[in-house]
């Protein structure tokens, strides 16, 4: 073990105070440890499918943390109703669900809403989970078949999850088969996602409405960045809007960066494949792509008075229209993106979209990949050092990746890499050493707390070896690489989290 992981070590060990509960070791389902966790718990999850409900205690600062992700560990509904529901209004941000694939849940009622996870009070954090499978079916209103957000105590924080091949099926009103945020609280934010392949759709002739596939909002004030929204389809058999996002009436919503690409409407009446607006509601739509969406591009309500704010998208290849009852914004362009194809909806280094916006929103300092914004592919040379990228994918020159699983007893190690040779440094530091910064994202500042873990040339990173030591499980870290290309040309990595298990 070298000086620097001793000294890694022992400030995890120095940190290590929080109660941590294990399931299924000490505890043989979650809902046992939820029920036995007090303020400031966090409870780990070994991997397997657990067939369980869960309606969340009124006790803030529980983090549930599946230890080894979404790729192992399941949530099962097994078709009984809602996965995981939310209903205090005291939770904060404090209170963490994380790493999880929430699937098989199943809502018949007449008016149905959240059968993945519903929000209907509080602001948890919700991050890094594979919500899949979920199903609303009944035969009224249907909301929200993936994460369904709603009631005015509702701000969750929303960040790099996975929500695909959610269904809401036969409503009278199917409103957001991926997401639905209704009616809920102003600081409601939905970052990173990756929402793509929900469907709304028919099985039975009565008439039936579908608006929002991949995310649908209505009466709120929400800001959503950064996400990736793809392939989502609003096949209701008689009116659709919206494949990839509807705004109705009495909504503030800011559209920040995002990717709207391969959505689709059908049906008798259809409106909006990309994004549709309607009703009486204010709309900011910057830096986005919408691109190849059918029919159209962005689509307005023939009678709504929305005021849409459009500035520096891509809006380009839409077959019905690229702009509908709406003029082009300041800065828009229409060009092909130029994905890297097929399911990934990453830029190729030519493409139009890479610095090309003066300007993110706070909310999109970071990528889908959680990338820092600032990571421009001119590396910071060109006439306007600063430039960022328009969609959710910010192309990046360097790259920190984890190999190995940051488990007690074993060893894993961090890698700096860089698209260009450069010298680097890689600190890490727990999260009350993380601070927000401007247009570079979360970035670790405070050197009391930071430890430079290893330097050199790229690529070149630093491993750590964990003690078998049981007092490290639930420690939270983070690691941040730094990059030179030159005397006076920085890049910093994405950030990576890790939970000790």
């Known amino acids: 073990m070298t000086l620097r992981s001793i000294a890694f070590v022992l400030l995890l060990a120095s940190c290590a105070m929080a109660q941590v509960l294990r399931v299924p070791s000490q505890y043989p389902s979650i809902g046992a440890a939820l029920a036995a966790a007090a303020s400031g718990t966090t409870i780990l999850v070994a991997p397997g499918t657990y067939s369980e409900r869960l309606s969340w205690p009124p006790v803030d600062g529980v983090r549930l943390i599946a230890e080894q992700g979404a790729a192992t560990t399941v949530l099962d509904g097994a078709f009984g109703g809602t996965v ?3 209903t205090w209004a005291g939770l904060t941000p404090a209170t963490v669900l994380q790493g999880f694939t929430i699937t098989n849940g199943l809502l018949a009622a007449p008016a149905s809403a959240g059968a993945g996870v519903a929000v209907r009070s509080g602001a948890p954090t919700i991050a890094h989970n594979r919500i899949t499978g979920n199903r609303c079916v009944g035969s009224g209103t249907n909301r929200g078949a993936g994460l369904a957000i709603l009631g005015a105590d509702s701000h969750p924080k929303v960040f790099y999850n996975e929500i695909d091949g959610n269904e809401l099926r ?3 009103r199917a409103e957001g088969a991926g997401i639905c945020v209704a009616d809920a609280g102003s600081t409601t934010f939905l970052l990173g ?6 469907r709304i759709g028919s099985t039975s002739a ?16 929400c800001a959503a960045s950064g996400n990736m929204i793809t392939r989502n389809r609003c096949t209701a058999n008689v009116t659709n809007f919206g494949g990839g996002v509807m ?19 059908a049906g008798t009446q259809r409106r909006g494949g990309g994004v549709y607006i309607d009703g009486t509601c204010i709309v900011q739509l910057w830096g986005s792509i919408i691109a190849t969406n059918s029919d159209e591009g962005i689509a307005r309500g023939p009678t709504s008075p929305a005021y849409v704010a459009l500035n520096a998208n891509d809006v380009w290849g839409n077959p019905g229209g690229d702009y ?10 229409s060009a092909d993106p130029q994905f890297v194809g097929g399911s990934d909806y990453h830029l190729l280094p030519g493409s139009p979209c890479i610095d090309n916006h003066a300007w993110a929103a706070p909310s999109a300092w970071t990528d889908v990949d959680g990338d ?7 590396l910071g040379t060109g006439p306007t050092p600063i430039r960022y990228d328009i969609g959710a994918d910010e192309a990046a020159a360097t790259r920190l990746t984890r190999i190995g699983s940051p488990r007690i007893g074993t060893t894993f190690s961090w890698v700096v890499s860089s698209s260009q040779p450069a010298t680097f440094a890689l600190a890490f530091a727990f999260e009350r050493a993380n601070q927000p910064l401007g247009s570079f994202g979360v970035v670790l500042i405070e050197q009391a707390q930071a430890v430079i873990a290893a330097f050199g040339t790229t690529p070149g990173g630093a491993g750590v070896s964990l003690p078998n030591a049981p007092t490290l499980r639930g420690v939270r870290l983070f690691a941040q690489g730094l990059t030179l ?17």
Do not use: C, K, M
């Open 372 to 378: 820092s914004r600032l990571l421009d592919a001119s």
């Open 84 to 86: 995981v529901e939310f």
């Open 170 to 172: 036969d409503g009278t």
């Open 193 to 198: 996602n990756r929402i793509h392949d929900n």
């Open 247 to 265: 705004v109705d009436s009495g909504s503030n919503v800011r559209l920040s960066n995002n990717t709207i690409a391969d959505n689709a409407v």
């Open 485 to 501: 290309f030159g005397p006076t040309v920085g890049q910093l990595t994405n950030l990576d989290e890790i939970t000790v298990y």
């Open 324 to 333: 509908v009852n709406l003029p082009p914004g300041i800065g828009d362009i």
């Open 206 to 221: 009565a008439p039936h409405t579908g608006r929002g596939a991949g995310i649908y909002f209505a009466g709120v004030a």
